[in-house]
């Protein structure tokens, strides 16, 4: 089959080589700026305001990952291969770590900030939206038809380029993205339906992270779907892959982010430790369960007064609604600790 | 004692060009300059298996950078007698006659041999030389196995890793025989890690310790030796992305470009008019031809993933070609002046492999392998299909993207015929020989990949596929309920 490498990468050679070298240093300090601003964005700004500089850092990273940087930000992968080159080849080590160091940091600071704030490929799955959206206008049961319909099309669309693209060898360990694909539109068919179920399906996020983890550290060459947008790592299994992602979305609003991405799962699991979360400021029996914060919530992470943190991405936008907003916990201890000496 | 023929002796003297016309195969990628063009000439366009040589019992575990055979096996006439010398990752160089494939000696290092070996004269010996991951170059006797000589080229420690050689160079350099290699040692000691990549000439007779610079902290590629403007240059690419020239006399740097990625496939130079060249492939799959002068970009040509194959040179119809393999599953060739892509073939996995250009039937053929097992002959000028054949499947379950290394062909004349040589990572080693038959009379037409598969098989699902998004959008698109049902 004949895929063609995209023409996005449209900077031919890196901007500011470390050492001359291709292991150009701007990416992670473009990385480490971005990230910084998402952090003030998010702790600092309010409603539109926030939301308007939240689209400007995904725009930029995406400018700036898909566009004009060569540097895969597997955050995943990295420290994987980073660890083995320590001592070995320090500088491709220190790439490698530094983009795992940033954001792992980042998320014990501020949770899923990088999902919400500058993945470009949580922006694109967030792009999706619109169709969710529309369907959600429809009648319960027209939905659910559209939905089905439109479910078993990209199914076996994307499982047809999977076995399109088959390698004559090597099937598994090179086409590990496209199977992570045709698994998360599999599993969309029980999500649809059962919106109820869909704290537990979430669940399945830590046994995707698990699996890709484990095939990572014994050897096998994974790839992501995002390696395809930000890598330059152009196998036919990532296409496949970042097809049937961007396509998931269209069924159940940020489906990959919620159910598969296993770095999303990672930075999740890290979520639990950070000190800035969102909270809601009402006691549950103020809550009328009018369901406004669930149907703005992209990653449907609230359920009345209760904050799924793995889930959160910190995009900000339940602020609008009734009670919930950003607090530090070490803030409030602090300011707790005030009120108690005087 | 002296096994020298007179023909033997000759060659010491041999310049580049007379080196050039030789059938034999002494080097990686047939000569110094890499340019994988040999003068051997296949009759018919068929081929036949002549022998294998199985290595395969040996393969009891998988490592990052397992090569089951070293990156090309070399191919010299030893005392009348043409031998093929091939390492592989058991420690072992092996001299095999290249007639039959029989086992004449073998060499056991304290290493993996991942790089090819190069076979040399010197003072009227013939030797083999190869740099092992035992941090050691070795150099042995060729007609025996016998070693002559070994350097170590950084101490044993607790945490030395294993070390990343090159292929050798051998070439001449003030009236004597000297060998260039590049070595990248690593060492994991706290604190005071070691990651240099040097380059080392050795007095290939005595094996003493000529110059020796570092050149990267990462590891480097095979050399290419290149006269520019009278002076000798030795060419290297690097992972860092660095492809410099260096003086051969005196190991100064002379130029360097920076490619944007890593550069891990070995540089070909050559001299297109009046412009010293060379021509390299980076990670990103950017093939840059590069003036060996002031290492200028002169263009690049863009394939469309990771370049891990050494460039072939050849002219047909008087203008100069390239073939490159990529890792996007195709093998290009590209003109050499223009930078146009003339054709490319696509095979069902990476071509990761260095291919090689002779003439098949009387025309200029590539042969190349590629890591859907099969070993591909084909028409220099469109590409069109010659002959295939297909190998067993990698010994080891699986590859990590980079991490191994691969083989890549070799044709030389064995007792006036020419035979095509392939190692493979099945464990075997083959020989194969022209046999008077075209497979086109065998077979009829071309069957390309792809056609096989049925046209309900290509067209039925992704239409069906788009019957039933439409169906959903029109679902979508009919009478809204604005009030939710929950409501
Ligand atoms: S869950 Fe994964 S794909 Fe989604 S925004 Fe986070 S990192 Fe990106
Ligand atoms: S809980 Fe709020 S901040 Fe978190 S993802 Fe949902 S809407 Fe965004």
Known sequence: ?342 | MRRLTPILALSILCSATALAQRADWPTFHYDNARRGNSPAAFETCAFEEAWRFNLGEHTWRYSKGTSVWSASPVIADVDGRTMLFIGAYNHNLYGLDAATGEELWRLTTGGRLNAPPAFGVADGRPMVFIGSGDRSMYAADAATGQKLWQHETMPWSYTVGLSAPTAPLVTQLNGRTVVVVGFWNSDRRSLRTVQRSDIIVFDAKTGDLIWRRKVADTPITTPALLDVDGMPQIIVGAEDGRVFGLDLRSGDEQWSFTSGHAVTAAPMAATLGEQPAVFVGDRWGMVTCVSARSGAPIWEAKTGHEVKSTPALTHVDGRPKIYVGSSDRYLYCIDAKTSRTLWRYQTGKFVVSSPLVVDVAGKPAVIFSSLDNRLYVRDALSGQKIWDFETGDMLWPYETRGASLWSSPAVADVNGDPLLFFGSYDGNLYAFKAVPKCYAEETGADTQDGSRRSALLLYGPPALSLGLLLASFLILLGRREETRPED
């Open chain 1, 1 to 342: 089959m004949e895929l063609y490498m995209p023409l996005w990468k449209i900077v031919k050679r890196p901007l500011l080589p470390i050492r001359d070298s291709w292991q150009d240093a701007m990416p992670l300090v473009l990385l480490f700026v971005l990230m910084s601003v998402a952090a003030w964005g998010a702790y600092r700004l309010q409603g539109s305001k926030r939301q308007w500089v939240r689209r400007g850092t995904q725009v930029a990273a995406a400018l700036v990952f898909v566009v004009f940087l060569h540097r895969c930000l597997c955050a995943l992968r990295g420290w994987v291969f980073g660890l083995e080159l320590m001592g070995r080849n320090n500088l491709i080590a220190f790439a490698h770590m530094a983009i795992f160091i940033i954001v792992m940091a980042f998320t014990i600071g501020m949770g899923r900030l990088f999902c919400g704030w500058l993945c470009p490929l949580g922006a694109a799955s967030e792009a999706m939206r619109w169709i969710t959206r529309w369907r959600e206008r429809l009648g319960k049961r027209r939905a659910l038809i559209s939905g089905y319909l439109m479910l078993a099309g990209l199914l076996i669309l994307i499982a047809w380029l999977a076995w399109m693209v088959a390698p004559d060898t090597g099937f598994f360990a090179e086409n590990v993205a496209a199977l992570w694909g045709v698994g998360l539109l599999v599993l969309l068919f029980f999500a649809l339906p059962r919106a109820e179920d869909d704290a537990r399906l979430k669940r399945v996020k830590y046994v995707s992270a698990i699996g890709w983890l484990g095939l990572s550290v014994i050897g096998v060459f994974v790839t992501n779907p995002w390696c395809v947008l930000m890598g330059d790592e152009l196998d036919y299994s990532s296409m496949v892959s970042i097809l049937a992602v961007l396509s998931g979305g269209m069924i159940v609003s940020m489906a990959w982010c919620r159910y598969l991405c296993p770095l999303g799962a990672t930075v999740g699991l890290l979520a639990l430790l950070s000190p800035i979360k969102i909270r809601n400021s009402l006691s549950p029996e103020q809550c009328t369960d009018c369901g406004q914060c669930r149907q703005v919530c992209p990653m449907n992470a609230l359920d009345r007064t209760q904050v799924d943190h793995t889930s959160c991405i910190y995009c900000g936008q339940c602020t609008n609604t009734c009670g919930f907003h950003f607090e530090n916990e070490l803030a409030r201890g602090e300011s707790e600790a005030e009120v108690g000496e005087t």
